[in-house]
């Protein structure tokens, strides 16, 4: 099956500092890639969806610039968090898919728990 | 506003038994169905995805659609303890640029 990886798994900074989280597809290409957020013991929220070489398209109520989306190959996007704080911390999982009628299965990844102190 | 509806739960099945995930999707342009299997403090793994109507078997599981009703199912037999976790369902709607509409997920526990 397709395969997923994200790093960090976990991460632990300061308020205000600024996270960096990396989402790779390892045997495919990924045209498309999600990134979600999952609050203990709640649904995953879409945050964001990103296509290679274009901006991203950011759900209702997500601050792009707080939550910036890079996707800069067909292998790769890039969460960043800038200016962290508590209320930020949460599971980010990103998901990518190859896209097309049949083909557009969404593989997770394993997801990174960010705590914000 | 395109909804996924599952029952929350808990399903509490005895080992051995078939659990039986049921979903239902508001968006009659829905195109593909999932399910996922999320154990607590992981992120969601595919079990199955189903196009067409009727049923599509891997292993234990069948996954089972009805757009005329507009249904999913999901079934396990030979339920084990190890298939405790949250069932997501996910539908994908023609023109959602690939975007995923989930349900809040069933909660199941398989009782040895």
């Known amino acids: 099956g397709a395969v997923v990886s994200q790093h960090p798994s976990r991460v632990i900074c300061k308020s205000g500092t600024s996270v960096k989280i990396e989402c790779r597809s390892l045997?495919?290409?990924?045209?498309?890639m999600f990134w979600y957020r999952q609050f203990p013991k709640q649904s995953l929220m879409l945050m964001a969806t990103s296509n290679e070489g274009s901006k991203a398209t950011y759900e209702q109520g997500v601050e792009k610039d707080k939550f910036l989306i890079n996707h800069a190959s067909l292998t790769l996007s890039t969460l960043t968090v800038t200016s962290a704080h508590p209320e930020d911390s949460s599971f980010y999982i990103c998901s990518a898919s190859s896209g097309g009628i049949s083909t557009d299965t969404q593989y997770f990844g394993p997801g990174t728990r960010l705590t914000v102190l | 506003q395109k909804e996924v509806e599952q029952n929350s739960g808990p399903l509490s099945v005895p080992e051995g038994a078939i659990a039986s995930l049921n979903c239902t999707y508001s968006d009659r342009g829905s195109q593909s169905f999932f399910w996922y299997r999320q154990y607590s403090g992981k992120s969601p793994e595919l079990i199955m995805f189903?196009?067409?109507?009727g049923d599509k078997e891997d292993g234990r599981f069948t996954a089972q659609l009805n757009k005329a009703s507009q249904y999913v199912s999901l079934l396990i037999r030979d339920s084990q303890p190890s298939d405790s976790a949250t069932y997501l369902c996910?539908?994908?709607?023609?023109?959602?640029?690939?975007?995923?509409?989930f349900g809040k997920g069933t909660l199941l526990t398989v009782n040895p």
């Open positions: 045997d495919f290409q990924a045209t498309t």
């Open positions: 996910a539908v994908n709607a023609q023109g959602s640029n690939y975007k995923l509409t």
């Open positions: 189903i196009y067409s109507n």
